[in-house]
């Protein structure tokens, strides 16, 4: 199995290499600056490049069996420029190209899902973040729109509250209907995301992840 990752050098980013790398997987790791990525591996290959830099995201994805990313917006109340989307577009795009399906992503409860239930899971995250940072909020769900709208065989995992906190290896998953306590390890999350790379229990699908 070789996957791509991207945001790879992110607090989730790396715990997915690494575990990744515990799986004997081979690992295509897209990051902005090596020099702060920690990792070095056999099986690991770091790619440096910008997201609006096509021909290098298109590179790093050719000849993998999934993709990954691990992207967030900034959480400012505004920033210059759509980065992200702008990423993630090319990321699209360039597995569309190459006949690539499988893509695992980020988002928060902003973004709305078919299966959700009125719950304050669902509904109030997304109030705040449209009040504290509309811009991220707009460019997050604009994200999902552009992996909803593809044909990748897509699954967005939905998170609110990472912490720096020790992996448990309990994630409870909800679209409003669970209750869930929203704080989570970033390393939860990471092994969430990588083991749904061979899962499609989540394939098309949306889950709020919690512990």
């Known amino acids: 199995m070789k996957l791509a990752i991207f945001g790879a050098s992110g607090g989730i980013g790396e715990f997915i290499v690494k575990h990744a ?12 600056s090596p020099a702060k ?8 290959t ?4 910008e997201l609006n830099d096509y ?8 000849g993998c069996d999934a993709v990954i990313s691990s992207l967030g917006c900034p959480m400012k109340w505004t920033y210059e420029g759509t980065a992200v989307l702008d990423g993630h577009k090319n990321i699209v795009r360039a597995m569309e190209e190459l006949g690539l399906s499988r893509f695992i992503g980020l988002a928060t409860p902003s973004v709305k899902f078919a299966k959700d239930k009125s719950s304050f899971a669902t509904i109030v ?6 009040i504290v940072f509309p811009k991220a909020k707009k460019e997050i769900i604009a994200v999902a729109n552009t992996i909803t709208n593809s044909t990748l065989n897509w699954t967005i995992v939905r998170i609110l509250a990472p912490k720096d906190t020790p992996y448990t290896g309990n994630v409870k998953t909800s679209f409003g209907d669970i209750k869930i306590d929203f704080n ?13 790379v061979e899962n499609n229990e989540f394939s098309h699908s949306m889950p709020i992840i919690g512990s």
């Open 55 to 62: 021909k290098n995201i298109k590179s790093t994805i050719k």
């Open 184 to 196: 989570i390890s970033r390393e939860d999350i990471a092994v969430f995301m990588l083991d749904q």
């Open 21 to 32: 790398l515990d799986k004997s997987y081979t690992v295509n790791a897209y990051v902005r």
């Open 46 to 49: 770091i790619i440096k490049g």
């Open 125 to 130: 995250p997304g109030i705040i973040a449209g």
């Open 37 to 44: 990525f920690n990792i070095l591996h056999e099986q690991l």
